[in-house]
């Protein structure tokens, strides 16, 4: 197993009550080195109301500060109806000020969005279920885990091979590992993506489904992040498990992520501004381990 | 009782013969077919051709459907398909692709999948976000159900049976099978009560 090198424990909220401390509010820690891969993570967020206004509030106030270049989509984009005025008042308004600055999001589709998602051109899936990217050193894979079928693995396998790159992303919408309490992890996903995730040099993966924000212990050598709180929120949902490594389920919350020569560097960020979780992983081969920076540290809780 | 011991090859893979040749991890290797599989696959594969014949020959005579700002086109080309289509089968019944002895054989590998050493898996795999289990009734060239959200289809089961043409999937919908136009957003067939109850 990859050893893990923390230099803070993370923790949910939940575990944070308990300790009667609150968040405390962090200054942007990534280190936005010229020429890195910088974008933002969020799932689960197309329901048109308050909370995804405001995280996307959040997330355009944060770009003036760290100028992201792309954002992901872990799916569930348009929940209900799927007409052109949900479009608009889901996805188009919400986001305006990252659209009008020509910021493009890549999505995936989630068990809530109709296949046909894949047309519109603001989601650049170009008509496709699953299909491939990339971004300076970095080569991202989306993914369709509705369907999961032999012809998108054996896709997603040839790909793999030809990655090329020195960083190699997957995501998608379902959770391989998860701490939730409504969906947790998806354990038949997990036996056909895991090998070829392990046997090809997948670093970080990205899901939702969970409305909540977890980072799980590296598996296999592999970080897996839930993002699934960036307009859905399932409040206290999180139930720390051996698997957590940090968590947050208090509020919606997006992530940026910056990837420059070895390291990619994360940061969580609630719908106030305040930073949850963050830290940086070294390439696999580099380097080894995780180092997070917990907006709480020094303070540790054991991970149960 | 299983009947899959005689192999006689990759047949659920030859719609995508790209998938054959690739080398791949165990996880996503066809499983062997029987003999008897292997003929009524063929039946379905037959069957599954004609229908996207009939799709290909529907959709040319509509504009082409390109990635557009346009969401209203989208569901109009959508709708224009579905409509065209289901015209065109006018007289399509239930049983017209998956017919009895493609839905024998079909229903024998799912039950083999839920109630099976891995049907744990398979259960957790198709559990609903739906809390209300309400029951949906399904009919052949009606709009799938586009209000409750979308099962994934085990992965397992689908390495199990014949591979599907691009736009057309397998979806579990309650304890039902259907085979659903992903482009039309149509009902093509179905195997009602194809997921068996917790108990053999």
Request: net charge positive; hydrophobic share 40%; charged share 20%.
């Amino acid at each position: 197993m990859m050893p893990v090198t923390r230099r803070a424990a993370g923790f949910s909220s939940v575990a944070l009550a308990a300790l009667g401390l609150s968040l405390i509010a962090q200054e942007l820690t990534l280190p936005l080195k010229p020429n890195s891969v910088r974008f933002a993570v969020i799932g689960d967020m197309g329901t048109g109301e308050k909370p995804q206004y405001e995280l996307a509030e959040e997330m355009a106030r944060y770009r003036q500060k760290a100028p992201f270049d792309f954002v992901i989509t872990v799916g569930d984009n348009i929940y209900g109806g799927d007409s052109p005025g949900d479009y608009k008042t889901k996805f188009e308004r919400p986001y305006k000020a990252l659209l009008d600055a020509g910021i493009p999001f890549y999505a995936t589709l989630g068990n809530h969005d109709k296949p046909n998602q894949r047309f519109y051109k603001p989601f650049n899936m170009n008509g496709l279920q699953y299909y491939t990217y990339k971004k300076g050193d970095v080569r991202f894979f989306a993914l369709d885990t509705n369907y999961m079928n032999p012809a998108q693995l054996a896709w997603l396998e040839k790909e793999l091979q030809n990655s090329g790159s020195s960083w190699t992303i997957c995501y998608f919408h379902h959770a391989l590992y998860s701490s939730g309490a409504f969906h947790g992890s998806s354990t038949e996903l997990r036996l056909v993506l895991e090998p070829l995730f392990v046997r090809y040099g997948v670093q970080v993966v990205f899901a939702g489904h969970d409305h909540v924000y977890e980072r799980v212990k590296p598996q296999k050598g592999i970080t897996y992040f839930t993002e699934g709180a960036s307009g859905a929120l399932r409040s206290g949902n999180l139930r720390k498990t051996l698997l957590t490594a940090a968590g947050y389920d208090r509020d919606c919350s997006f992530m940026l992520i910056e990837i420059a020569g070895d390291e990619l560097y994360f940061q969580t960020i609630s719908r106030t501004g305040q930073t949850v979780d963050s830290g940086v992983i070294p390439r696999v081969g580099a380097t080894s381990g995780v180092a997070s920076r917990s907006a709480i540290s020094p303070l540790a809780v054991d991970v149960r | 009782m299983s009947s899959r011991v005689g192999v006689v090859g990759l047949l659920p893979w030859l719609l995508l013969p790209e998938v054959v040749s690739s080398g791949l991890t165990h996880h996503a290797q066809a499983p062997p077919v029987s003999v008897e599989e292997a003929r009524v696959f063929k039946i379905f594969t037959a069957r599954i051709r004609q229908y996207v014949k009939l799709q290909k020959d529907v959709e040319a005579s509509l504009p082409v459907l390109k990635p557009t700002n346009e969401v209203a086109r989208i569901a109009a080309h959508q709708q224009a398909l579905a409509r065209k289509i289901a015209q065109a089968r006018g007289g399509a019944h239930q049983g017209d692709i998956f017919t009895i002895e493609v839905s024998k054989t079909f229903r024998r590998i799912i039950r083999e999948e839920f109630l099976g050493p891995e049907a744990r898996l398979a259960r957790r795999t198709i559990r609903r976000d739906d809390p209300s289990e309400r029951v949906v009734r399904l009919h052949v060239n009606d709009i799938h159900p586009e209000d409750i959200p979308l099962t994934t289809t085990p992965p397992t089961l689908l390495s199990k049976l014949p591979q599907l043409p691009k736009d057309l999937a397998y979806r579990i919908v309650g304890r039902d099978l259907t085979l659903k136009d992903t482009k039309a957003g149509l009902i093509v067939d179905l195997i009602p009560n194809a997921i068996p109850l917790n108990t053999p």
